[in-house]
């Protein structure tokens, strides 16, 4: 079982920043994919951003050059840094890690707020 924490939520201002942090208990080397989604009130859950464990990156159209994907030296750490934020990006933001070994496997984190309101 992955455990997964996520952590760098909160409220913001438009136009501000936050970076949002994901510790995995799985390194991305043993892994497919790490990722970001998120689920805004009324709708489904939504990719913003995946990296590969071959350093891959992959964006939502709208966090496309305001959000970027990272990660930390060890592997065990992946980050969500959100600029130029704008109201409609308030939303629960959810980490997600996906093994494949025959079957996919999805583990997620217990997600982190984000608010961005005037």
């Known amino acids: 079982q992955v455990q997964l924490v996520e952590s760098g939520g909160g409220f913001v201002q438009p136009g501000g920043s936050l970076k949002l942090s994901c510790h995995s208990s799985?390194?991305?080397?043993?892994?497919?994919?790490m990722g970001w989604y998120r689920q805004i009130p009324g709708n489904g859950r939504e990719m913003v951003a995946i990296i590969t464990r071959r350093d891959g990156r992959n964006y939502a159209d709208f966090a496309e050059g305001r959000f970027t994907i990272s990660r930390d030296g060890t592997g065990n750490t992946i980050y969500l840094q959100m600029d130029a934020l704008k109201p409609e990006d308030t939303a629960v933001y959810y980490c997600?890690?996906?093994?494949?070994?025959?079957?996919?496997?999805?583990?997620w984190g217990q997600g982190t707020q984000v608010t961005v309101a005037s």
């Open positions: 799985e390194n991305i080397n043993n892994v497919n994919h």
């Open positions: 997600k890690v996906v093994i494949v070994d025959g079957k996919i496997n999805d583990y």
